[in-house]
T-cell receptor
Framework: DAKTTQPTSMDCAEGRAANLPCNHS???????VYWYRQIHSQGPQYIIH???NNETNEMASLIITEDRKSSTLILPHATLRDTAVYYC???????????FGQGTELSVKP | NAGVTQTPKFQVLKTGQSMTLQCAQD?????MSWYRQDPGMGLRLIHY???????DQGEVPNGYNVSRSTTEDFPLRLLSAAPSQTSVYFC???????????FGPGTRLTVT
């Protein structure tokens, strides 16, 4: 599975959009991009995933570049409850194995 | 649905003791997995299963055994606990390989 690179931490003002970048330059054609988040001490929570096209659900939007070497998770109106560690993971179908990196610690501030 | 449940929530073991961490899901998911998370770190995959009777190793399998006799249950056994196994253990399940995984609340294990 391809590795990912994320900033260690980011801040965002409450009510503004939070844009979390992820680089995955070695992604292969059958690998998906997944985003999970972990709020302090809890089990990780699935947010969204995609292969090629941009995706949107009730929680977030996922923008994947045309060459698929990077992506951005967008939380359109961040709230204090969105403060968490966000993990970008690239995984293929072969085992559904999620290899977690260090993630980005997002702090939403009033 | 209860989702993914894990027991116990907390456990303290002495070095050399054995124990089993329980994980159960009521969503009829085929895929289940175990992760450990050390302080300040991301999760690391220990073992996973793609269905009853089928298990495989993840990144850090040493010192742990698993079996999958039913779709619902996926216990993790520590054979001889070591202080290096002090961690938070998360179980997860999903409908199939590429679908989102649902995580349990975790078991906090301390080995002294």
């Amino acid at each position: 599975d391809a590795k990912t690179t994320q900033p260690t931490s980011m801040d965002c003002a409450e009510g503004r959009a939070a844009n979390l970048p992820c680089n995955h330059s070695t992604i292969s054609g059958n690998e998906y991009v997944y985003w999970y988040r972990q709020i302090h001490s809890q089990g990780p929570q699935y947010i969204i995933h995609g292969l090629k096209n941009n995706e949107t659900n009730e929680m977030a939007s996922l923008i994947i570049t045309e060459d698929r070497k990077s992506s951005t998770l967008i939380l359109p109106h961040a709230t204090l409850r969105d403060t968490a560690v966000y993990y970008c993971i690239v995984s293929g179908n072969q085992g559904g194995k999620l290899i977690f990196g260090q993630g980005t610690e997002l702090s939403v501030k009033p | 649905n209860a989702g993914v449940t894990q027991t116990p929530k907390f456990q303290v073991l002495k070095t050399g003791q054995s124990m089993t961490l329980q994980c159960a899901q009521d969503m009829n998911h085929e895929y289940m997995s175990w992760y450990r998370q050390d302080p300040g770190m991301g999760l690391r995959l220990i073992h996973y299963s793609v269905g009853a009777g089928i298990t495989d190793q993840g990144e850090v399998p040493n010192g742990y055994n698993v079996s999958r006799s039913t779709t619902e249950d996926f216990p993790l056994r520590l054979l001889s606990a070591a202080p290096s196994q002090t961690s938070v253990y998360f179980c997860a399940s999903s409908y199939s390989l590429a679908y989102e995984q649902y995580f349990g609340p975790g078991t906090r294990l301390t080995v002294t």
